[in-house]
């Protein structure tokens, strides 16, 4: 291999892990200052019209306490292992197993590339980077997404079942404990943790901060935020929690009405991502051996990679356009 094609193979990698790092950098400065304003209006009920100060010091307390749950969540999300990871994603904390499976389909993509496209050393060793690193991650990933939306998708319910609880006389721990009963997806699985850790002898608010590791939503930050305003002042949990659940109703329907609205882009952007694999993909096999040089010369291995860090560039141009944060 010649050394401009090492020097432009680093390149290119060390460019793409600046980009989607200063994506996920930038994405968490935003959500931040939305997540302290969505729960100021939160703190706002209709049971606070006539005590005015005290709503303005309950909301200025719970403010404060989202902004420091804000502050070790984003001081935590540097330091995320492979392990939270996996407990994020419902799974168990075995990392020995992840990098063996890692390694696994580096292997397999190794195998690919080598044996199947006859690619050349370049791209052989692109294929090991993506199998060892990107591959796994991004299932993970995508794990870990799926769980929190149906997390989402239960969590306004389950905390409106506690309200109901709790204003029928039963104590904050026993509430959680009949959630656990009733749900028993990410939901019950999270407060299923929370309440054996309360019984070890963890107080409840540590506990459900300790949940935001495993669950790092801006909705269950505000859970644990509620929790911790209980414990220390004595306030309404009921109001705090029906408060909550409503913004989560609120969220979900500007979502699903942002995805309407985006529904054509979002195809567009698609489409027009998946057309270069395609036609590369239906000329290889029309004609085999129209698509050669670009994979047996060095110019035509250097046009390929100049068209892979264009078309990810583009990609990820198209998402941000698409991507909008609530």
Request: hydrophobic fraction near 50%; proline fraction near 4%; charged fraction near 20%.
């Amino acid at each position: 291999m010649e050394p401009l094609q090492i020097i432009l193979i680093a390149a290119i990698v060390f460019l793409l892990v600046a980009i989607v790092m200063f994506v996920m950098m930038n994405s968490g400065s935003k959500q931040q200052q939305k997540n302290i304003a969505i729960i100021r209006g939160s703190a706002s009920g209709e049971g606070y019209v006539d005590e005015k100060d005290l709503q303005n010091k309950r909301r200025a307390e719970i403010a404060k306490k989202l902004k420091s749950s804000r502050d070790e969540g984003k001081q935590g999300e540097n330091k995320e292992t492979i392990a939270i990871k996996m407990q994020q994603a419902g799974l168990k904390p075995a990392t020995g197993k992840f990098w063996a499976l890692s390694f696994i389909s580096a292997i397999v993509c190794v195998a690919l590339a080598k044996f199947v496209f006859h690619l050349s050393i370049m791209l052989v060793v692109l294929f090991f980077i993506i199998g060892l690193l990107g591959l796994p991650r991004m299932i993970l990933k995508r794990k870990i997404k799926k769980r929190q939306k149906k997390f989402l998708e239960e969590f306004a319910d389950a905390l409106e079942a506690v309200v109901r609880l709790l204003k029928a006389g039963m104590p904050v721990s026993e509430a959680i404990k009949m959630i656990t009963n009733e749900y028993d997806g990410p939901v019950g699985e999270e407060m299923s943790i929370i309440y054996d850790k309360q019984k070890i002898g963890i107080p409840l608010h540590e506990a459900a901060a300790e949940g935001c590791k495993r669950m790092p939503l801006p909705e269950m930050q505000m859970f644990a935020a509620g929790l911790a305003i209980q414990a220390q002042t004595g306030s309404s949990l009921s109001d705090v929690l029906i408060n909550l659940a409503r913004v989560i109703r609120e969220r979900f329907k500007l979502k699903r009405k942002i995805m309407a609205l985006s529904s054509e882009a979002i195809a567009s952007a698609s489409i027009i991502a998946a057309l270069p694999p395609l036609v590369a993909t239906g000329l290889y096999f029309v004609s085999p051996g129209y698509l050669d040089p670009l994979f047996e010369t060095s110019s035509g291995n250097n046009m390929l990679m100049g068209a892979l860090f264009w078309m990810f560039c583009g990609v990820m141009v198209m998402k941000q356009m698409i991507n909008f944060k609530i």
